[in-house]
């Protein structure tokens, strides 16, 4: 069991929240006039690995962290981890069967008072919420029309925010039984609607049909949702999960990472062996447009400076008023491993931070970070022992809005 639990105040910024309604935010001041303090992470003891695999996925909420692993194919129980605050934690399953989703979504999220889980019961989609990491309340969401004959056969993500929880879907199958995806909406975390297809870009001509990459984020003005298919996308907008409208003019694909501060929008390319085509794996949008930001390789004699087909990033969240993103070197055979940070004051511009400083060369991935609005806490696996687990703690800077 858990100890008794304080208040941290942890927030996943790209997953929902719980709030019923929210009100509108002040206008974030110009990129010009916004204040950013670059993070100082200090690496806490390596401790033994929790679950087994790297896709690791973390999630904070006011009282505490998830931490659960997403497979590629998986039909097995998910193994799910809670802590206070990242140095201790405690299996915490939400049911005795709960079976995961194949990656490449999220399946942890957490926002204000509660933290979430999406998988599968004996028969159902359901998502499951707690707000101490010890009790967990079972939300199913309706299939409607939709056949699934195995949880391997639909991906799924979760994201939470201000304006409450969304629950993203699509066939995991080619060609897809619906070019588009599957969305569940909940405005207070406690119980979710009817499910709602929206429409993926068609694929051009010739291309093979395959399902879209999905990407989710949830923010103080609703959520973001991105649709990449073949050479199209999409980035939608909403405030409540219902009405979408397209905003994603110029957005180059596939962007499967994508995350908003006040009126900036971030987007990354997913860095995998199929994609691994230099630079830029990064764009910002202010005005609706989108434009090539740049990403600092960062300068040697530090670690892991490598060229960019040798870099991934695989989490981006809020850090003050301006942005943070994590991730690692490739490592593949004959290549450097080292785990990887950046900043970015307004999306245009991607600061790397030393990595040996910081204690990331020790890494041989940072698997993602959870953003708190007074602490923060990164999680990775060593590069000489995937049999433990890194973590690293952070204060949070204020947010000027």
């Known amino acids: 069991m858990l100890t008794r639990r304080v208040a941290l105040g942890l927030v996943l910024v790209s997953v929902a929240g719980c709030a019923a309604s929210a009100p509108d935010t002040p206008p974030t001041a110009p990129a010009a006039t916004r204040q950013f303090e670059p ?43 809670t802590s206070q605050d990242g140095r ?6 939400p049911a005795a069967k709960t079976r995961q989703p194949p990656c490449c979504g999220r399946i942890v ?9 999406v998988g599968w019961d004996d028969t159902q989609l359901t998502v499951w919420r707690t707000e101490d990491g010890e009790r967990w309340a079972a939300l199913p969401l309706h299939l409607g029309d939709l056949t699934v004959n195995s949880p391997v056969d639909l991906r799924v993500t979760i994201a939470a925010g201000p304006r409450g929880v969304i629950v993203v879907g699509n066939d995991n199958y080619a060609p897809p039984s619906y070019n588009g995806v599957y969305v569940w909406r909940s405005a207070d975390g406690r119980s979710f609607g009817e499910m709602d297809r929206v429409p993926a870009p068609e694929p051009s001509s010739g291309e093979i049909s395959a399902p879209p990459i999905v990407a989710v984020d949830a923010n103080a003005q609703g959520f973001l949702l991105g649709l990449a298919k073949g050479e199209q996308s999409r980035l939608l907008t909403s405030r409540d999960g219902a009405d979408w409208q397209d905003t994603g003019s110029g957005l180059p694909n596939p962007n499967v990472i994508i995350s908003s501060n006040g009126p900036i929008k971030v987007a990354f390319r997913a860095n995998t062996a199929v994609f691994r085509d230099g630079e830029p794996r990064a764009w910002y949008s202010r005005d609706g447009g989108w434009k090539p930001a740049t990403v600092d390789p960062g300068h040697l004699p530090d670690a892991g400076v490598v060229p960019a087909d040798q870099r991934q990033i695989n989490a981006v969240r809020t850090w003050g008023d301006g942005f943070i993103a994590v991730g690692n070197t490739r490592g593949d055979d004959g290549e450097e491993k080292s785990g990887l940070v950046w900043y970015s004051v307004d999306g245009s511009s991607w600061t790397r931070m030393p990595a040996r400083d910081n204690g ?12 708190g609005t007074r602490k923060a806490v990164l ?11 890194l973590t690293w703690h952070a204060d949070t800077p204020p947010h000027s809005g």
């Open 39 to 81: 993070p100082k992470w200090m690496r806490q003891a390596p401790q033994p690995a929790l679950m087994g695999g790297t896709s690791q996925q973390e999630a904070g909420w006011d009282n505490g962290l998830i931490l659960a692993s997403a497979a590629a194919f998986s039909n097995e129980n998910m193994e799910v981890f």
């Open 379 to 389: 999680v990775g696996y060593p590069s000489d022992d995937s049999e433990k687990l």
């Open 88 to 93: 201790e934690w405690a299996m915490s399953p």
């Open 360 to 371: 990331f060369d020790s890494a041989s991935a940072l698997m993602d970070v959870a953003i």
């Open 109 to 117: 999220a957490g926002f204000g008072a509660a933290g979430y889980v």
